[in-house]
């Protein structure tokens, strides 16, 4: 296995800082995907991969809110309440996703 240079590392450390993936990387340096992919895992073990998909339209505050509202009782119904965030904080959003959100808790 040959090592490669200390600046050729260098560099590779300043450009995943910089936010370029592996895969750019390995263009302009001119090193294996492997190469370049186990050096940044290196140098930063805690930077995760963004998680994929749709962002979330409830957030915390808002999955808190709902069910203080089935809770309370001022809703039963996952269209009431679907009427209720649409009223008060201007969210349009599907009964299902609610129901979801509320399996989950």
Do not use: F, W
């Not at 993936?21 to 930063?44: A, D, N, P």
């Not at 999955?63 to 649409?86: F, M, P, W, Y």
Request: net charge positive; with cysteine; aromatic share 0%.
């Amino acid at each position: 296995m040959n090592q490669i240079s200390s600046d050729v590392r260098n560099n590779i450390v300043h450009l995943a800082s910089n936010g370029l993936s592996c895969r750019k990387i390995t263009i302009q340096v001119g090193v294996s995907y492997t190469t370049v992919h186990k050096i940044c895992k290196e140098m930063r073990p805690c930077v995760q991969k963004q998680r994929g998909g749709r962002p979330a339209k409830l957030s915390a505050v808002d999955k808190h809110k709902l069910i203080c509202l089935v809770t309370s009782g001022a809703a039963d119904t996952a269209v009431q309440l679907q009427n209720e965030l649409r009223n008060t904080i201007q969210i349009q959003i599907s009964a299902q996703t609610l129901r979801n959100a509320l399996k989950v808790h």
